[in-house]
Nanobody, 117 residues
Framework: QVQLVESGGGLVQPGGSLRLSCAAS????????MRWYRQAPGKERELVAT???????DYADSVKGRFTVSRDNSKNTGYLQMDTLKPEDTAVYYC???????????WGQGTQVTVSS
């Protein structure tokens, strides 16, 4: 059974940094893209960043220049480095891997990121 396990969330002051990790198991991690979403209270889920199997990245305008998505295929793990965090980045962050068999994707459990002084 495919599992995505996230870690790295927490409370950070504005301007600070966090790195989220998403460890995948029971999936050929290297051949699929990975996406990071977030959902703030009362708001719709938002696509934050994408990294293709080949390492091409894309970002939402709201995080461009501050967030960096990466992957280590040898560890079956994806990362979201978040710098210069703002209070509006506060949300639950989810990693997701879409596959041909499951276009809706496999999802992590979510990790809370709170940016507050």
């Amino acid at each position: 059974q495919v599992q995505l396990v996230e870690s790295g969330g927490g409370l950070v002051q504005p301007g600070g940094s966090l790195r989220l990790s998403c460890a995948a198991s029971e999936i050929i991690f290297s051949v699929f893209p990975m996406r990071w979403y977030r959902q703030a209270p009362g708001k719709e889920r938002e696509l934050v960043a994408t990294i293709t199997a080949g390492g091409v990245t894309d970002y939402a305008d709201s995080v461009k220049g501050r967030f960096t998505v990466s992957r280590d295929n040898s560890k079956n793990t994806g990362y979201l480095q978040m710098d210069t965090l703002k209070p509006e980045d506060t949300a639950v962050y989810y990693c997701m891997i879409p596959t041909m068999r499951r276009p809706s994707g496999y999802w992590g459990q979510g990790t809370q990121v709170t940016v507050s002084s």
